[in-house]
């Protein structure tokens, strides 16, 4: 009687676990409120997603783990596309609004990895300290973006109060154009996952998490991206966005 019952209750600690694990990334709407950060991406380099150097020719961003989908490599928030609209800083005394609209589209090729508590700390149940669950981790400075991009005279806040808003990549992104700068590396085959054009609830165009190990992605890879490969470790970048997202 006393084994089965711990049987019983090893196997619904088991069965608990496995749906914490697979209940823990956050199921964000289309539209809402975030955090911006911003983070030092080498031009050319190939962040988690694996997508192609010449993405970082243009806009592209690092996502908060718990949105992005996994804890490592790629996840579903590769290769989507957000409009991202700056609000107010989130650190600012006294208190700055903009008199200017900033919006710029992004594409997430990146990872923010979850810490206790940086700007990228949201999870399911908890915030960050300025009360998003989501942080977007922008490549700046970045040839792709006006160095007045962040408006204001005196100083660089570092963390804005954002509204994002879902949008299609092949309309609304500045790198849609140039077809090296869409797509994932073909040599790191199924090691990379960065959709042209992700739609969510698609296998075959929206990539897997994995860390979750969910099957091999689809192949989202590009020829002409074999040309010019100058890979960073992702491990690397990992850190570059995780120092930013502490700082
Ligand atoms: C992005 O948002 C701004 C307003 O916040 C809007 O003016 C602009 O048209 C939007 N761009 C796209 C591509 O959705
Ligand atoms: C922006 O940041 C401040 C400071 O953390 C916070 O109090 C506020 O609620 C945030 N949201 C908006 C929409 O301003
Ligand atoms: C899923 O995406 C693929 C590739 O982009 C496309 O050919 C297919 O029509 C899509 N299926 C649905 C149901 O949207
Ligand atoms: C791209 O690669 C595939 C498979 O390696 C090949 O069949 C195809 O012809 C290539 N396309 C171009 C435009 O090079």
């Given at each position: 009687?006393?084994?089965?019952?711990?049987?019983?209750?090893?196997?619904?600690?088991?069965?608990?676990?496995?749906?914490?694990?697979?209940?823990?990334?956050?199921?964000?709407?289309?539209?809402?409120?975030?955090?911006?950060?911003?983070?030092?991406?080498?031009?050319?380099?190939?962040?988690?997603?694996?997508?192609?150097?010449?993405?970082?020719?243009?806009?592209?961003?690092?996502?908060?783990?718990?949105?992005?989908?996994?804890?490592?490599?790629?996840?579903?928030?590769?290769?989507?596309?957000?409009?991202?609209?700056?609000?107010?800083?989130?650190?600012?005394?006294?208190?700055?609004?903009?008199?200017?609209?900033?919006?710029?589209?992004?594409?997430?090729?990146?990872?923010?990895?979850?810490?206790?508590?940086?700007?990228?700390s949201g999870t399911t149940s908890k915030p960050?300290?300025?009360?998003?669950?989501?942080?977007?981790?922008?490549?700046?400075?970045?040839?792709?973006?006006?160095?007045?991009?962040?408006?204001?005279?005196?100083?660089?806040?570092?963390?804005?109060?954002?509204?994002?808003?879902?949008?299609?990549?092949?309309?609304?992104?500045?790198?849609?154009?140039?077809?090296?700068?869409?797509?994932?590396?073909?040599?790191?085959?199924?090691?990379?996952?960065?959709?042209?054009?992700?739609?969510?609830?698609?296998?075959?165009?929206?990539?897997?998490?994995?860390?979750?190990?969910?099957?091999?992605?689809?192949?989202?890879?590009?020829?002409?991206?074999?040309?010019?490969?100058?890979?960073?470790?992702?491990?690397?970048?990992?850190?570059?966005?995780?120092?930013?997202?502490?700082?």
């Amino acid at each position: 009687m006393l084994s089965l019952s711990i049987i019983w209750f090893l196997s619904f600690w088991f069965f608990s676990q496995i749906s914490l694990l697979s209940a823990q990334w956050i199921d964000y709407s289309d539209t809402g409120l975030a955090t911006m950060t911003h983070y030092t991406l080498p031009s050319g380099y190939v962040a988690s997603c694996g997508c192609t150097p010449s993405s970082t020719n243009y806009p592209t961003a690092a996502l908060s783990q718990m949105a992005y989908g996994s804890s490592t490599n790629y996840g579903p928030g590769c290769g989507r596309c957000f409009n991202l609209t700056l609000l107010n800083p989130v650190i600012a005394t006294p208190p700055f609004n903009p008199s200017v609209v900033k919006f710029i589209v992004v594409k997430v090729t990146d990872l923010c990895p979850l810490s206790q508590t940086g700007w990228c700390s949201g999870t399911t149940s908890k915030p960050n300290s300025a009360g998003a669950f989501l942080n977007f981790d922008l490549a700046y400075p970045s040839k792709a973006i006006p160095d007045d991009f962040f408006p204001s005279d005196e100083a660089d806040f570092g963390v804005w109060n954002i509204t994002y808003q879902s949008v299609p990549c092949l309309n609304d992104w500045a790198g849609s154009n140039n077809a090296v700068a869409l797509g994932s590396v073909r040599s790191l085959g199924s090691g990379a996952c960065c959709p042209a054009e992700p739609s969510l609830g698609n296998t075959s165009n929206i990539c897997p998490s994995f860390s979750d190990q969910n099957g091999i992605p689809p192949d989202t890879s590009t020829n002409s991206s074999a040309a010019l490969i100058m890979q960073w470790p992702v491990g690397m970048l990992i850190f570059l966005a995780l120092l930013s997202n502490v700082m």
